[in-house]
């Protein structure tokens, strides 16, 4: 599968804890994204990145989140002391892109659901 | 970026065609529509863009408005695999996309 693959699929967790998530892009895709989906919405932006470098942080990462690209391929996201409100589907994308912002594909992953008890 | 507005929901039988309106009346010269579909629980997926001219691909066929304020995503024949979200976003110059809450279409068999 060459697809965009995230890890874990589900996470339970109670308030408080701290939880990490993985994202593996589509090999030599040089854009990461991450996205927060909650239920019946759309996808809303959070962060991406250009091969490790973070391009921009969406004022719903608060300083509890933390996103990382280390050597430009797979991605983390962590939520520090998570908050019940912090429960929602946490999506990742990758393109690659040539500079051309506005044919940009972008290919999702399934996702990593994540419920705070 | 510009917004779109969609019907929140719509209803097909199957192996009909399918006309999903999009309208975004503040698009601007540059911007591209998208189309992105999700089904359940999987992550959003593409299915078509274009600026101008009416596109096509083997999922499905973009309608584009001589004003550029609407646009039509055409299923030929729906399936019950097609049953969905579908996102109408305008990419103008900044890599995120903007979601709406979509049109959830219901085939019916």
């Known amino acids: 599968d060459t697809g965009v693959s995230q890890n874990p699929r589900h996470k339970i967790t109670k308030r408080g804890q701290n939880v990490t998530f993985r994202c593996d892009p589509i090999?030599?895709?040089?854009?990461l994204y991450w996205y927060r989906q909650t239920l019946g919405q759309g996808p809303e932006f959070l962060t991406y990145?250009?091969?490790?470098?973070?391009?921009?942080k969406s004022r719903l990462l608060s300083d509890r989140f933390s996103a990382e690209r280390p050597k430009g391929s797979f991605s983390t996201l962590e939520i520090q002391r998570t908050e019940q409100g912090d429960s929602a589907m946490y999506l990742c994308?990758?393109?690659?892109?040539?500079?051309?912002?506005?044919?940009?594909?972008?290919?999702f992953g399934p996702g990593t659901r994540l419920t705070v008890l | 970026d510009a917004k779109t507005t969609q019907p929140n929901s719509m209803e097909s039988n199957e192996e009909e065609p399918v006309h999903l309106p999009c309208n975004h009346s503040?698009?601007?010269?540059?911007?591209?529509i998208h189309w992105y579909r999700q089904l359940p629980s999987q992550g959003p997926e593409y299915v078509i863009h274009?600026?101008?001219s009416n596109v096509n691909n083997r999922m499905a066929s973009l309608a584009i408005a001589e004003d550029r304020k609407s646009s039509t995503l055409i299923l030929h024949r729906a399936t019950l695999r097609d049953a969905a979200v579908y996102y109408c976003?305008?990419?103008?110059?900044?890599?995120?996309?903007?979601f709406g809450t979509g049109t959830r279409l219901k085939v019916l068999a």
């Open positions: 994308a990758s393109s690659f892109s040539q500079g051309r912002v506005r044919t940009d594909t972008q290919y």
């Open positions: 090999s030599e895709h040089n854009r």
């Open positions: 990145f250009q091969n490790e470098a973070q391009l921009e």
């Open positions: 503040t698009i601007s010269g540059t911007d591209y």
């Open positions: 274009g600026l101008t």
């Open positions: 976003i305008l990419r103008s110059g900044t890599y995120k996309y903007i």
